[in-house]
């Protein structure tokens, strides 16, 4: 390291400053979220627990994990997550790999007739009456189907292909008899790993997530996704049924929900939490693979 | 044999435009597998893209659900009148673009801030860990990120009223005052989204030559100085193309954030396109109507779309097309 002027030097604190303080501000309301849902109601809504729990209690989670619609909810979301990201992740190496090989005529045509969707669509209630026109209206499909591959992640696959798949490999592979489909089944699948696991990763999230699709396509209450009944539960303080209205005082029922809601809050986020430190180091590698072209 | 695309390079433009139709015969014949492997995305994106798109042609017609799209009688721009005439148009306008511009004003510029900063750190522990803290609000779905800021914003036991209260302010009731929807939308927005659009940014800055910072520094530059005439300059390219995509979406305001964080009483100010489009056309079923105004929004976003694009093509040669 060269010297550096004491000019640098505050320039050096100030960053990391800075950024300590960006730090403080994003880790803050994730850790009070952790420890509220773990602590005495009673604690925190006077704010004496102000960042780590200063007592237990695990009321939210006991309660969340008695109700039969969370329970469902998550069943239902674990089932389209799981579908969902499979016939995404094979959706996008079915366009991606075509329109990476340069002798496949007419890639030109198809990448524009994808990407011309990004500018311009059809809109809320044409796409919504293309659904109930399939007859797939309150059907898990109609979560799955609509949103079946993204243009943005087939671009990014399409490059990754492009760039870090030699082509001798490939043309080796097919002068040694290989057909295309096996190509990309022994030769280029294997090698696309960190890829895929990117793709897998954001599918996932985006099905984790997911609420919208669920609120116009589903009626059915025992086909909702997770996100539809945290919306009643975070958002519309539908909680009678779940506090047991009735035996509670006034001040029990508003502790017994604001421990549920801190613990679903975590509940809910629990296996992107897990899922997070392993796809990591792959999602950014995966972000700049699509930033170079994108 | 593997020839025909290395030996394709090799002719002459004439002879080339002669054999295109025979090179997609050629490519037909060889890599038909790979025509079937694409086939059902493209009749993906023909019956989930294309169609609805054709089936904007509602916003022109009576819909009538027995006679379908094709066969509702055409009513012109009876919609769209009716749409620009009716007591809702400004406030929608007023309220899609003032969240819009709010969030490119605040939105826009924290990453590339973000980026900057990041890129000055020397301890690789510290870097890796302002990354991961930062990225991690993005996975956080929106539910339940407006969940968190109805519990920290509550008036009564929310964390941050609890700090006004503690420096002697009255608590103030965030989510039902109409005056503070569109900061409360703008900066939960930067605080989930600021480190995972900053990747692009650190991405475009890990390109720029390091001969370029080594040069600056024999000359006596100081840091401060490089960020401003190296680095800044080096990601420009990126920043116009973000910023043409995002001006691209400007009338676009997220439908699913917008319609958590609606209450009856905000509703003044929060009311936009997509909300409205969604509350008559899905849940008041006129399709027609509201098929309308939402092409009346995507077609504004086209429009702004290429016109920024020219600008941008004027002043710096950097463009999407």
Same mark, same amino acid.
């Given at each position: 390291?060269?010297?550096?002027?004491?000019?640098?030097?505050?320039?050096?604190?100030?960053?990391?400053?800075?950024?300590?303080?960006?730090?403080?501000?994003?880790?803050?309301?994730?850790?009070?979220?952790?420890?509220?849902?773990?602590?005495? #109601?009673?604690?925190?809504?006077?704010? *004496?627990?102000?960042?780590?729990?200063?007592?237990?209690?695990?009321?939210?989670?006991?309660?969340?994990?008695?109700?039969? *619609?969370?329970?469902?909810?998550?069943?239902?979301?674990?089932?389209?997550?799981?579908?969902?990201?499979?016939?995404?992740?094979?959706?996008?190496?079915?366009?991606?790999?075509?329109?990476?090989?340069?002798?496949?005529?007419?890639?030109?045509?198809?990448?524009?007739?994808?990407?011309?969707?990004?500018?311009?669509?059809?809109?809320?209630?044409?796409?919504?009456?293309?659904?109930?026109?399939?007859?797939?209206?309150?059907?898990?499909?109609?979560?799955?189907?609509?949103?079946?591959?993204?243009?943005?992640?087939?671009?990014?696959?399409?490059?990754?292909?492009?760039?870090?798949?030699?082509? *001798?490999? +490939?043309?080796? #592979?097919?002068?040694?008899?290989?057909?295309?489909? +096996?190509?990309?089944?022994?030769?280029?699948?294997?090698?696309?790993?960190?890829?895929?696991?990117?793709?897998?990763?954001?599918?996932?999230?985006?099905?984790?997530?997911?609420?919208?699709?669920?609120?116009?396509?589903?009626?059915?209450?025992?086909?909702?996704?997770? +996100?539809?009944?945290?919306?009643?539960?975070?958002?519309?303080?539908?909680?009678?049924?779940?506090?047991?209205?009735?035996?509670?005082?006034?001040?029990?029922?508003?502790?017994?929900?604001?421990?549920?809601?801190? #613990?679903?809050?975590?509940?809910?986020?629990?296996?992107?939490?897990?899922?997070?430190?392993?796809?990591?180091?792959?999602?950014?590698?995966?972000?700049?693979?699509?930033?170079?072209?994108? | !044999?593997?020839?025909?695309? /290395?030996?394709?390079?090799?002719?002459?433009?004439?002879?080339?435009?002669?054999?295109?139709?025979?090179?997609?015969?050629?490519?037909?014949?060889?890599?038909?597998?790979? @025509?079937?492997?694409?086939?059902?995305?493209?009749?993906?994106?023909?019956?989930?893209?294309?169609?609805?798109?054709?089936?904007?042609?509602?916003?022109?017609?009576? @819909?009538?659900?027995?006679?379908?799209?094709?066969?509702?009688?055409?009513?012109?721009?009876?919609?769209?009148?009716?749409?620009?005439?009716? @007591?809702?148009?400004?406030?929608?306008?007023?309220?899609?673009?003032?969240?819009?511009?709010? %969030?490119?004003?605040?939105?826009? &510029?924290? &990453?590339?801030?973000?980026?900057?900063?990041?890129? %000055?750190?020397?301890?690789?522990?510290?870097?890796?860990?302002?990354?991961?803290?930062?990225?991690? &609000?993005?996975?956080?779905?929106?539910?339940?990120?407006?969940?968190?800021?109805?519990?920290?914003?509550?008036?009564?036991?929310?964390?941050?009223?609890?700090?006004?209260?503690?420096?002697?302010?009255?608590?103030? /009731?965030?989510? $039902?005052?109409?005056?503070?929807?569109?900061?409360?939308?703008?900066?939960?927005?930067?605080?989930?989204?600021?480190?995972?659009?900053?990747?692009?940014?650190?991405?475009?800055?890990?390109?720029?030559?390091?001969?370029?910072?080594?040069?600056?520094?024999?000359?006596?530059?100081?840091?401060?100085?490089?960020?401003?005439?190296?680095?800044?300059?080096?990601? !420009?390219?990126?920043?116009?193309?973000?910023?043409?995509?995002?001006?691209?979406?400007?009338?676009?305001?997220?439908?699913?954030?917008?319609?958590?964080?609606?209450?009856?009483?905000?509703? %003044?100010?929060?009311?936009?396109?997509? $909300?409205?489009? @969604?509350?008559?056309?899905?849940?008041?079923?006129?399709?027609?109507?509201?098929?309308?105004?939402?092409?009346?929004?995507?077609?504004?976003?086209?429009?702004?779309?290429?016109?920024?694009?020219?600008?941008?093509?004027? !002043?710096?040669?950097?463009?999407?097309?």
């Amino acid at each position: 390291m060269e010297k550096q002027s004491t000019g640098d030097k505050v320039f050096e604190v100030v960053v990391n400053a800075l950024l300590a303080l960006v730090c403080i501000v994003v880790l803050y309301p994730l850790i009070y979220i952790v420890s509220a849902s773990i602590s005495n #109601a009673e604690d925190v809504l006077s704010g *004496e627990m102000w960042l780590l729990p200063i007592s237990f209690s695990f009321v939210g989670y006991s309660k969340i994990f008695h109700n039969p *619609e969370i329970l469902t909810g998550y069943m239902n979301t674990i089932v389209y997550t799981v579908v969902g990201t499979a016939i995404n992740v094979a959706m996008t190496v079915m366009a991606a790999y075509p329109l990476a090989r340069r002798d496949f005529a007419g890639r030109n045509v198809i990448t524009a007739l994808f990407v011309f969707t990004l500018f311009f669509s059809g809109g809320l209630i044409p796409s919504y009456l293309v659904v109930k026109q399939l007859g797939i209206l309150n059907t898990m499909w109609a979560l799955i189907i609509p949103g079946a591959v993204s243009v943005w992640n087939i671009i990014i696959m399409r490059t990754f292909f492009q760039s870090s798949i030699p082509e *001798e490999i +490939q043309e080796s #592979a097919s002068i040694d008899g290989c057909s295309n489909l +096996q190509t990309l089944w022994r030769i280029v699948l294997p090698l696309s790993m960190p890829i895929i696991a990117v793709m897998i990763l954001f599918y996932c999230v985006g099905h984790w997530n997911a609420y919208f699709n669920a609120l116009i396509y589903l009626t059915d209450r025992d086909k909702y996704p997770l +996100q539809l009944f945290l919306r009643e539960i975070l958002l519309q303080g539908e909680m009678d049924t779940m506090v047991g209205a009735g035996d509670a005082t006034h001040a029990k029922t508003v502790m017994d929900t604001a421990s549920i809601r801190y #613990a679903l809050v975590v509940v809910a986020n629990l296996p992107v939490l897990l899922l997070y430190p392993f796809l990591q180091k792959y999602f950014v590698k995966g972000v700049m693979v699509g930033a170079i072209k994108g | !044999m593997d020839t025909t695309s /290395s030996s394709s390079y090799q002719l002459n433009s004439v002879q080339a435009k002669k054999r295109t139709g025979s090179r997609l015969l050629t490519s037909l014949r060889r890599n038909w597998d790979l @025509y079937v492997l694409i086939s059902p995305v493209i009749v993906y994106f023909i019956i989930f893209h294309y169609f609805p798109i054709y089936g904007v042609q509602i916003a022109f017609k009576n @819909y009538i659900a027995t006679q379908g799209i094709w066969n509702s009688p055409w009513v012109g721009f009876k919609h769209f009148q009716r749409f620009f005439d009716s @007591y809702y148009f400004w406030r929608l306008i007023r309220n899609t673009l003032g969240i819009s511009l709010y %969030e490119l004003a605040v939105g826009f &510029p924290v &990453p590339i801030l973000l980026a900057l900063l990041i890129n %000055e750190v020397r301890q690789k522990f510290f870097r890796r860990f302002v990354q991961t803290v930062t990225y991690a &609000p993005h996975f956080l779905s929106t539910v339940v990120l407006v969940g968190m800021v109805v519990m920290f914003l509550h008036p009564n036991n929310g964390i941050l009223n609890e700090l006004i209260k503690l420096f002697g302010g009255q608590p103030i /009731s965030f989510m $039902t005052e109409p005056g503070w929807f569109k900061s409360v939308y703008v900066f939960s927005g930067v605080w989930q989204q600021m480190g995972w659009s900053s990747i692009i940014y650190l991405s475009a800055l890990a390109g720029i030559d390091p001969h370029l910072h080594e040069a600056a520094r024999i000359d006596g530059a100081s840091r401060l100085k490089r960020i401003w005439h190296i680095n800044l300059p080096g990601i !420009m390219p990126t920043i116009v193309i973000l910023l043409i995509l995002n001006v691209g979406s400007i009338m676009g305001v997220g439908f699913e954030k917008v319609y958590l964080m609606q209450n009856s009483l905000n509703k %003044e100010s929060s009311e936009v396109i997509s $909300t409205y489009v @969604y509350q008559t056309g899905l849940l008041g079923a006129q399709y027609s109507f509201s098929a309308a105004v939402g092409l009346f929004n995507s077609v504004i976003n086209f429009i702004l779309l290429v016109l920024v694009n020219r600008a941008a093509k004027m !002043m710096k040669q950097t463009s999407l097309w």
